[in-house]
């Protein structure tokens, strides 16, 4: 569920779902998204967590599955994906990884079979000029 703050108030914000359980919370200033947030599943169980900047997502985000384990995590700069991004198998295997710059794939990914085995690397250009 993505929360609604339209009119919320400047300071701490939390949004929950029909059966109570708070599904999400964290700070609004001036109508947006700012500083720490958590996102929970409908079971009150962690789902996602990172920073905003000015309604962006900025800086680590982690994100887990329904089970209690990891999904994804990676950074943002400014609303857009940056920096190495990794994610894992439902069994916890390593899934892929690789480097974001503005948002794009950039470099060598890596992908990895349930089991940890390597399956396959692809080489991405940072711009479609190179």
Not at 26 to 36: A, F, L, S
Not at 41 to 59: I, V
Not at 89 to 102: I, K, P, S, T, V
Request: with cysteine; hydrophobic share 30%.
């Amino acid at each position: 569920m993505k929360p609604d703050i339209s009119g919320a108030p400047d300071g701490p914000f939390r949004q929950v779902f029909a059966n109570g359980v708070t599904a999400a919370e964290g700070e609004v200033c001036g109508g947006r998204k700012t500083g720490h947030w958590r996102h929970y599943f409908k079971d009150g169980s962690l789902q996602a967590e990172g920073e905003y900047r000015d309604d962006a997502p900025d800086g680590p985000w982690i994100w887990n599955r329904a089970d209690g384990g990891r999904l994804q995590e990676g950074t943002f700069v400014e609303g857009k994906q940056s920096g190495l991004w990794r994610r894992w198998h439902a069994g916890g295997a390593l899934m892929d990884e690789g480097l974001y710059e503005a948002g794009r794939r950039v470099g060598v990914w890596r992908s990895f079979g349930p089991g940890g085995e390597p399956r396959a690397e692809k080489r991405y250009r940072a711009s479609p000029q190179e």
